[in-house]
T-cell receptor
Framework: DVKVTQSSRYLVKRTGEKVFLECVQD?????MFWYRQDPGLGLRLIYFSYDVKMKEKGDIPEGYSVSREKKERFSLILESASTNQTSMYLCASSLRQGGQPQHFGDGTRLSIL | GEDVEQSLFLSVREGDSSVINCTYT??????LYWYKQEPGAGLQLLTY?????DMKQDQRLTVLLNKKDKHLSLRIADTQTGDSAIYFCAVSSNDYKLSFGAGTTVTVRA
């Protein structure tokens, strides 16, 4: 089974802090993704990466950056956290071939105070 | 981008069938997925279908695709209390990006 592990289930930070969310997958997937989930809005793509050191902006990249130094790990960085970044963050991975489904971690519920 | 629409709520009696509907706008959508999210958890892949198929069945789950109407449905037979969750429809027309609906909250009542 594919395993996507997010480092924290719950996280509380203060406005202005730099926040790191970590995600690791164990299936040698080329693609990795970061989403945020808000009630009534579904999932919105923040960033994705299709290879080590490669990244592309998703639909809502403002206020976020990412890092992919190793194939199995994809980090989401909130440069200066703000209260409107309070949300559920979901990491996913998939094989590169077309049609391969994305597999998700359990999510990190982040609160910015 | 792609618009994906789902009704927000569905209430069903235990033992009945549930049908969750989804419509999308991009006729070039090639891959279509159903995910399940239980409270406090991530998304679990339930099933998926390619656009060259009309139907896919997997145990209690049946997916129907009407490409002409750009309509996807998920039928759950013999719905159980453990099926209470949020169900997301997602579609893709390229290798990487998925467009998600807002999710349908299914409540199973005794």
């Amino acid at each position: 089974d594919v395993k996507v592990t997010q480092s924290s289930r719950y996280l509380v930070k203060r406005t202005g802090e730099k926040v790191f969310l970590e995600c690791v997958q164990d299936m040698d997937h080329e693609n990795m993704f970061w989403y945020r989930q808000d009630p009534g809005l579904g999932l919105r793509l923040i960033y994705f990466s299709y290879d080590v050191k490669m990244k592309e902006k998703g639909d809502i990249p403002e206020g976020y950056s990412v890092s992919r130094e190793k194939k199995e790990r994809f980090s989401l960085i909130l440069e200066s956290a703000s209260t409107n970044q309070t949300s559920m963050y979901l990491c996913a991975s998939s094989l590169r071939q077309g049609g391969q489904p994305q597999h998700f971690g359990d999510g990190t519920r982040l609160s910015i105070l | 981008g792609e618009d994906v629409e789902q009704s927000l709520f569905l209430s069903v009696r235990e033992g009945d069938s549930s049908v969750i509907n989804c419509t999308y706008t991009d006729s070039s959508s090639t891959y279509l997925y159903w995910y399940k999210q239980e409270p406090g958890a991530g998304l679990q892949l339930l099933t998926y279908i390619f656009s060259n198929m009309d139907m896919k069945q997997d145990q209690r789950l049946t997916v129907l695709l009407n490409k002409k109407d750009k309509h996807l449905s998920l039928r759950i037979a013999d719905t159980q209390t453990g099926d209470s969750a949020i169900y997301f429809c997602a579609v893709s027309s390229n290798d990487y990006k998925l467009s998600f609906g807002a999710g349908t909250t299914v409540t199973v009542r005794a």
